[in-house]
């Protein structure tokens, strides 16, 4: 009974929810389904997906482009993840994978209550305004938003301050009440902002 019990835990595979680990095919997933911390993670972005889904789906105007575009970028985020056999660590690369795709997912859908806006003026002009939402993820996000443009960062490694990077070279770096925004490439410009009062 016993050794047939341990037999059975050991061709089971672990719990993955986007996908079925018998049939896992790249490093990725079965690093997913060997290990329980990223089996967990996995199973969450599958939540947090199924939400944005939702989001997506609920939507007055746009439901079914917003619906294409949200399968299009997770099909791509698979493709990045699947990606990470190609470096050092497989499984730290694999671990920030899954936690800026949830970042993203939260921060572009509002699937979260934000923890904070700011609004910020931009080179000494009120309505050059940058406004930052930011989110309690498990790798903090923000979504910007400037004009038109929305795009969701993730904090990043910095020397001082807080630095979240957006899409195609999109960042701001805040040092309390003053920040440093870029643009996207290939514009990349930069404006010195501050908290609006």
Do not use: H
């Not at 939402?133 to 400037?146: G, H, K, N, V």
Request: hydrophobic share 40%; aromatic share 8%; with cysteine.
């Amino acid at each position: 009974m016993r050794l047939a019990l341990l037999a059975l835990l050991i061709a089971s595979p672990a719990a993955a929810q986007s996908f079925d680990c018998a049939k896992a095919e790249s490093s990725a997933e079965q690093l997913v389904c060997s290990n329980a911390r990223l089996g967990a993670l996995d199973e969450r972005i599958a939540a947090t997906y199924a939400s944005a889904l939702d989001a997506a789906r609920g939507l007055d105007a746009g439901a079914a482009e917003a619906e294409t575009t949200l399968k299009a970028t997770e099909r791509g985020w698979i493709s990045g993840r699947d990606e990470c056999w190609k470096t050092e660590n497989v499984e730290a690369c694999v671990e920030q994978s899954y936690l800026r795709r949830e970042a993203e997912m939260v921060a572009t859908w509002m699937l979260a209550e934000p923890t904070e806006t700011v609004f910020w003026a931009c080179d000494g002009n009120p309505s050059n305004e940058v406004v930052t939402t930011f989110f309690d993820t498990e790798l903090p996000a923000l979504r910007f938003e400037r004009g038109d443009n929305i795009d969701v960062g993730t904090l990043t490694p910095a020397a001082s301050g807080s630095r979240y990077m957006g899409s195609f070279g999109r960042e701001i770096w805040i040092k309390g009440d003053e920040a440093m925004y870029r643009e996207p490439d290939p514009d990349g410009t930069e404006l010195s902002c501050v908290k609006a009062q």
